[in-house]
C-alpha cells in the first residue's frame, strides 16, 4: 500500500520525505489555509520536495471554472494529481481532464455509488472519506470493503482506492488488510505507525547490555 501525506505543511512535508516512506501528498483547501501561503506557488514547491502524486484541489464549483482551475494546476508540474468534488459538475470535469491526459482525484466520496461514477468518469484515485463516516455514527472501513470489492468486480477499472479522512494507526492497518491501494495519512499519524511501547523498552535494555561489553562495532 502507498502512503501519502496530508497536508499542505511543506515543512513537515519535507521531513517526512527525508523517511524515504513517503510515496505521494495530498492536500485540500483547509489544509492550505492551515499552511498559509500562495497556493500554486506552494503546490510547486510540494511537486519539488515529493516526485510522487501531489493531490491539488480546484476551488470552484462549477464545470467550466473548475476546468480552467484543473488545467492552471496541472501545468505547475508532471506529478500534479487535480483533485476535484465528488458532485456531477466534477466528474464532468474528471472527465474532461482525464481525456487530456491529466490524473484526477475525486474528492469527498461518501458511497459506494459514487465511487463507481468517479471510476466511470476516469478518475485515477477515488477519496473515501473514513473518518467523517466514523464521525456520524457509520463504520467508514465498510465502505473501503465495498469499493475495493466492486472495482476487483471490473478488471478494466484503472481508479485506485485512496483512503482519506485517516484518524489513527487502525484506520491505516484496517485500510491494507482490504487491500486499498493508498493511504493519506496526517503527518501525526504517519509518526504514530513508528511507535510500539516494547520497541522502546526492548532497545533500552539492548543499549544498556550493549554499554555493558565495552565493545564497539566501529573500531
Ligand atoms: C484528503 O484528501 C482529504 O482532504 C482529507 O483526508 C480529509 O481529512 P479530514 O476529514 O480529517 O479533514
Avoid at 61 to 69: I, N, R, S, W
Amino acid at each position: 500500500m502507498k502512503f501519502f501525506i496530508d497536508t499542505a505543511d511543506l515543512a513537515e512535508i519535507r521531513d517526512l520525505a527525508a523517511t524515504g516512506l513517503v510515496d505521494g501528498v495530498t492536500t485540500n483547501p483547509s489544509l492550505v489555509l492551515k499552511s498559509g501561503g500562495r497556493f500554486v506557488d506552494l503546490v510547486a514547491e510540494i511537486c519539488k520536495a515529493v516526485p510522487g502524486p501531489v493531490s491539488a484541489e480546484v476551488a470552484a464549483t462549477d464545470f467550466a471554472t473548475m476546468l480552467k482551475e484543473g488545467q492552471r494546476l496541472a501545468a505547475i508540474a508532471s506529478n500534479v494529481v487535480v483533485k476535484v468534488p465528488l458532485t456531477a459538475d466534477g466528474l464532468k470535469t474528471c472527465k474532461a481532464l482525464a481525456d487530456q491526459g491529466t490524473p484526477v482525484n475525486v474528492t469527498l466520496c461518501f458511497s459506494a455509488a459514487q465511487a463507481l461514477l468517479a471510476a466511470k468518469a476516469g478518475a485515477a484515485y477515488i477519496s473515501p472519506f473514513v473518518g467523517r463516516l466514523d464521525d456520524i455514527g457509520t463504520e467508514g472501513m465498510d465502505l473501503i470493503a465495498d469499493i475495493v470489492q466492486i472495482y476487483a468486480n471490473y478488471p478494466s477499472i484503472q481508479t485506485e482506492v485512496l483512503v482519506a479522512s485517516v484518524r489513527n494507526p487502525m484506520h491505516v492497518v484496517q485500510a491494507a488488510k482490504l487491500g486499498a491501494d493508498v493511504c493519506t495519512l496526517p503527518p501525526s499519524v504517519l509518526r504514530q505507525l513508528f511507535n510500539h511501547p516494547l520497541t522502546d523498552k526492548g532497545l533500552q535494555q539492548f543499549v544498556a547490555d550493549w554499554a555493558k561489553t565495552g565493545q564497539s562495532i566501529l573500531d
